[in-house]
């Protein structure tokens, strides 16, 4: 199947510093990427939909703002948390839509935790 | 909108023991079901997939599902498990064009 590459698969960092998470479907092409915040013992919920070359489509309660995501080209889409805070540690995971959207790739996730 | 319900959320068996993990959706028309599993420290894993056809389906590592369309289920099952199938696994489906709505998880642990 289709390999999705996320990076960095952990990080640290201080409240108020900014962190990127990228996303790249290594061996075809993804117009759109979606990226899931997974929380302890939940399961995965959609933040937002990367659409490359346009602005990405935000689910209900997601600060567009607080998570800037990018897709400047077909095989990469980057999620900055900016100004994290404790709240925000998290896994969260990319995922890249198979034909049709028939299926889903997805990244080895990013574990976030903000001190 | 869709929803995806899982009926255990933490289940624990002995090796070689049946399992069966259930799935409901809420949804009015055609869509696409799937589990996936999540071993400890690995990313998502595509187990098997309905689109259409035979409602029984069957996946990797000796895991099949059986879609009832008028139960609007997807059940997991596998005869016998190992402990290395101990993993957080994810019920999931979509309406083609739409994203995927994922349940809650069920844990699955397998003693030795």
């Known amino acids: 199947g289709a390999v999705v590459s996320q990076h960095p698969s952990w990080v640290i960092c201080k409240s108020g510093t900014s962190v990127k998470i990228e996303c790249r479907s290594l061996?075809?092409?993804?117009?759109?990427m979606f990226w899931y915040r997974q929380f302890p013992k939940q399961s995965l919920m959609l933040m937002a939909t990367?659409?490359?070359?346009?602005?990405?489509?935000?689910e209900q309660g997601v600060e567009k703002d607080k998570f800037l995501i990018n897709h400047a080209s077909l095989t990469l889409s980057t999620l900055t948390v900016t100004s994290a805070h404790p709240e925000d540690s998290s896994f969260y995971i990319c995922?890249?839509?198979?034909?049709?959207?028939?299926?889903?790739?997805f990244g080895q996730g990013t574990r976030l935790t903000v001190v | 909108a869709q929803s995806v319900s899982q009926h255990n959320h933490h289940v624990i068996l002995s090796e070689a023991a049946s399992l069966e993990l259930g799935c409901n959706y809420s949804?009015?028309?055609?869509?696409?079901l799937f589990w996936y599993v999540q071993y400890p420290g690995q990313h998502l894993q595509l187990l098997l997939k309905?689109?259409?056809?035979?409602?029984l389906v069957k996946g990797i590592k000796g895991f099949e599902a059986e879609f009832i369309k008028s139960k609007f289920s997807f059940n997991l099952r596998k005869p016998s498990v190992q402990w290395s199938d101990t993993a957080e696994y994810f019920c999931?489906?979509?309406?083609?064009?739409?994203?995927?709505?994922f349940g809650p998880g069920t844990r699955l642990s397998v003693l030795p």
């Open positions: 061996d075809f092409q993804a117009t759109t």
């Open positions: 999931a489906v979509n309406a083609l064009g739409q994203n995927f709505v």
């Open positions: 995922s890249a839509p198979g034909t049709l959207n028939t299926e889903a790739f």
């Open positions: 309905y689109f259409s056809g035979d409602p």
């Open positions: 949804y009015g028309g055609t869509v696409n």
């Open positions: 990367s659409n490359e070359g346009s602005k990405a489509t935000y």
